[in-house]
């Protein structure tokens, strides 16, 4: 009996001594596993992203920049192979073309996001959809579309302070241009030139005809619809007073050979642009892709209509054709790609 007093006073001391052992922290929370966003994409589709994206595949040379842009190049795993800014985009895994995607190398980065762009096909689109794979589609219509899509982009991929900053940088360019081309007198007649074989022009509803009107410009062509082709009597009737080609190469040909043919052509011998040597030359990747280099050719496109009242832009642009530091195009795809523009 006396044994009970002796049991009871142990029990208590090692409940005690369980009291007094330090409570291990708890397990910190898995943030990427609580992440969940909806968003709606340019395709109206509503998509739940579950758990903050760590391997995402783009399948557009401007959603790979708006990637990067945003700060997330390291979780880039797959890009096409005409993803080639900023030059890290080029050390990343190729998932095909921009029109002839491997779904089979989709599938082998094992991505938990993947960017998609309108002309990638809506059948392939699906296909990735059907194999469980999330799956954004960015398809914007102008310059305040792309804007769109980098806050798009930013709260899918948990990056929203990023993006908000970016788009306010950029909006913020956008008003500087507007607001010192507004002391320009005159709206100069501007021609935006994709090709020259046969001639082709940004015409109404296209992102150049947007970026020649806010540059303090009219469109030589604003009576045509989306990127077209034109004859050269129209061009002639047109008589632009600005020229702003797209740099390529053609077949054969050399660097800013497109600017070369107009200027040297003697049928243009009297169009405006040609006499006062008004042909300005443009990197195509900046000028064509829907990302924020957009700004860009929005700045450049006010230094090439109106230099002396736009300010210096940050792009570099061209002071006259040839002379700029042209990223070559293949002519035998223009009449492709211009086909995927217009599908936008």
Not at 162 to 190: D, F, G
């Amino acid at each position: 009996m006396k044994l009970l007093p002796n049991l009871t006073i142990l029990l208590l001391l090692a409940v005690l001594c369980i009291a007094a052992v330090p409570a291990q922290a708890a397990a910190p929370a898995n943030t990427t596993a609580a992440f969940e966003r909806t968003v709606i994409d340019d395709s109206g589709a509503t998509i739940t992203i579950h758990g903050e994206p760590q391997r995402i595949v783009s399948l557009a040379p401007a959603n790979t920049e708006i990637l990067f842009a945003l700060g997330l190049g390291d979780r880039v795993v797959g890009v096409t192979d005409y993803c080639d800014y900023p030059a890290e985009a080029k050390t990343k895994p190729s998932i095909g073309g921009y029109s002839t995607v491997s779904v089979e190398n989709v599938i082998a980065q094992k991505p938990d996001l993947i960017v998609a762009s309108y002309g990638n096909g809506a059948e392939l689109v699906d296909q990735l959809k059907k194999l469980n794979m999330t799956v954004i589609t960015l398809n914007p219509e102008n310059v305040s579309g792309i804007l769109n899509d980098i806050t798009l982009v930013g709260t899918a991929t948990g990056t929203d302070d990023n993006a908000t900053a970016l788009v306010a940088s950029l909006n913020s360019r956008i008003r500087n241009t507007e607001q010192n081309v507004s002391a320009a007198t005159t709206r100069p007649k501007v021609a935006h030139i994709i090709w020259n074989d046969p001639i082709y022009v940004s015409g109404n509803g296209t992102f150049q005809d947007e970026l020649i009107s806010m540059a303090g410009g009219t469109n030589a062509f604003a009576d045509k619809q989306g990127w077209t082709n034109v004859g050269i009597e129209d061009f002639i009737a047109a008589d632009p007073d600005i020229l702003i080609v797209n740099s390529g190469t053609g077949m054969g040909g050399s660097e800013d050979s497109v600017a070369q043919y107009f200027e040297n052509e003697t049928r243009f011998a009297n169009v405006a642009a040609i006499r006062n040597h008004r042909v300005y030359v443009i990197d195509s990747d900046v000028v064509d892709r829907a990302g924020p280099r957009i700004v860009d050719a929005l700045e450049i496109f006010a230094q090439d209509i109106h230099p002396a009242e736009a300010a210096v832009p940050t792009a570099t642009s061209s002071q006259g054709a040839p002379g700029f530091d042209a990223v070559p195009v293949l002519g035998a795809l223009v009449i492709g790609i211009v086909t995927v523009r217009r599908m936008r």
